[in-house]
Nanobody, 127 residues
Framework: QVQLVESGGGLVQAGGSLRLSCAASGLTFRNYVMGWFRQAPGKGREFVTA????????VYADSVKGRFTISRDNAKNTVYLQMDSLKPEDTAIYYC????????????????????WGQGTQVTVSS
């Protein structure tokens, strides 16, 4: 049984930082591109970032470029999202996702387009 378990969410002031983690089990982690999506209250789920199988390629949504950094540790079956310079508009539930397709198409993925999803972790940024 595949599980993606997110952690690290919380409440932070604008300008602050958080680091999210997603621990994967039940799959061959190095065979999956990993990514993060988020869903703000009253809005649809949107792509945030993705990282390739070996970590050599990354892609980001324009709204987070230069502020968020995705990384992965294949030895620990874990993907991370370092979020800096947080803004109130970053407030959302953040979901980890795993899929075999390359990072190229991730920005167009919808809520049903990844092989596996985590349950999400809440990030709240106060102004």
């Amino acid at each position: 049984q595949v599980q993606l378990v997110e952690s690290g969410g919380g409440l932070v002031q604008a300008g602050g930082s958080l680091r999210l983690s997603c621990a994967a089990s039940g799959l061959t982690f190095r065979n999956y591109v990993m990514g993060w999506f988020r869903q703000a209250p009253g809005k649809g789920r949107e792509f945030v970032t993705a990282i390739s199988w070996g970590g050599g390629s990354t892609v980001y949504a324009d709204s987070v470029k230069g502020r968020f950094t995705i990384s992965r540790d294949n030895a620990k079956n874990t993907v991370y999202l370092q979020m800096d310079s947080l803004k109130p508009e970053d407030t959302a539930i953040y979901y980890c996702a795993a899929d075999r397709t390359s990072t190229t198409g991730w920005a167009r993925k919808g809520p049903n387009d990844c092989d596996y999803w985590g349950q999400g972790t809440q990030v709240t940024v106060s102004s």
